[in-house]
């Protein structure tokens, strides 16, 4: 049982002071639903309340099920992990690493070994997100607009533009955030012959009955479409960021954003978390191999090092310190040292508009929260919300 005092308390003191527009938060444990709480608004302008079956941008969220869809190609022998990235997009043949200088006059070496596709499941690739107006290679990436190249109509397209780029160090050597998965995306579409939103379809949400999520707002769910606010710091507010009612969202792209592009629903995303707990089957519909489940859920990075140790701290979904990292999913290896309550081996991942979710295989629990706050870093919501939670689990 759960007693969600504590959890609702918190989460609806955000939204009471004016720091969130709404939530809702869903909890499961041994696959069976123990709690779901919602409060507030999904939009404000309309005065629209969040409900169950409201949409969100999911954003990051996302990277978990793309993750999935390449390690679907994987089992079935039609990639190795150790594969060099350049056997599937040339341009990257090429690519070398920052040494020293500026955004504008830099050197470069070339790279140790190849960026593999492991490299890319792991964010050990080199690339990054263009996050950091400190950094020289990030820097880059926000003058030439490779998260949206201009002229680009296809994850091909953004692709090329990325492989222009240098890395920011040498794959395998440390983790950085990064646009890898939307990489991923794009092997998924070469690998399968088919587009990253209809592969899903085929082989994930359609199978498992994930209706609500794809890569736009269907006609039918426009009503249930919610708005995305953009945090105020200086007054601890927020303030309209898309609206839902002319979000780019509502219109089906040309551009399949494995790293970021899914919208859906609480429900569906429970789904595939009970899925993963499951070890990749639900409801006698198999998506992935228990096995495949496991290595995706082990830590990957070089020599059982935690993103303390090798990542840097710019918006990351997670904490670091006690945090490794697998095949699209941090998992927690040390949970006194990342500094919260939960259990060895709890995978999670969150969004850019601050949506979160944790797997805990050790107790079987699994937290799903969906709200739509830019950034992610606001608050310290999410991990407030895991101690909540495992305080009330009884």
Known sequence: ???????????????????????????????SEIAYLQHGLMDVERKRAVERDTVFRIYSMTKPIASAALMQLWEQGR???????????????????????????????????????????????????????????????????????PGASTQADRVEALAKMPLCFSPGTRWNYSLATDVVGLLVEIISGQSLDQYLIDHITGPLGMRETDFYVKADQRARFAACYQHEPATQTFSLQDDPETSRFIQKPNLFSGGGGL???????????????????????????????????????????????LGQSV??????????????????????????????????????ASTYHFIDPQT???????????????????????NAIYESLS
């Not at 997009?89 to 920052?98: G, K, R, S, T």
């Not at 020293?100 to 070994?113: E, S």
């Open 79 to 149: 990639l190795t992990l150790d594969d060099p990235l350049y056997e599937y997009v040339p341009a990257f043949a090429d690519v070398e690493v920052f040494e020293g200088g500026d955004a504008d006059r830099y050197t470069t070496v070339k790279p140790d070994r190849p960026v593999f596709v492991r490299d890319l499941l792991t964010h050990t690739s080199g690339l990054t997100y263009g996050f950091n107006p400190d950094d020289p290679v990030d820097q880059m990436y926000i003058r030439d607009r490779v998260y949206a190249p």
């Open 1 to 31: 049982m759960v007693d969600t005092t504590k959890i609702k308390k918190l989460l609806d003191g955000y939204v009471d002071v004016g720091k969130l527009p709404g939530y809702s938060v869903l909890l499961s444990r041994d696959f």
């Open 315 to 352: 918006f990351l979904e997670t904490t670091m310190d006690g945090v490794g990292f697998g095949l699209g999913y941090a998992v927690v290896l040390d949970p006194q040292r990342a500094g919260v309550l939960a259990s060895k081996g709890e995978l999670s991942w969150g969004g850019m």
């Open 364 to 386: 079987k629990t699994i937290a799903v929260f969906m709200t739509q706050l830019i950034p992610s870093s606001s608050y310290p919501i999410r991990t407030q919300m895991k």
């Open 263 to 309: 919208v859906s629903t609480i429900d569906d995303y429970m789904i595939f978390c009970e899925t993963i707990l499951a070890g990749g089957e639900r409801e006698g519909v198999r998506i992935l191999k228990e096995d495949t489940v496991a290595r995706m859920a082990s830590n990957h990075l070089p020599e059982g090092k935690d993103l303390g140790d």
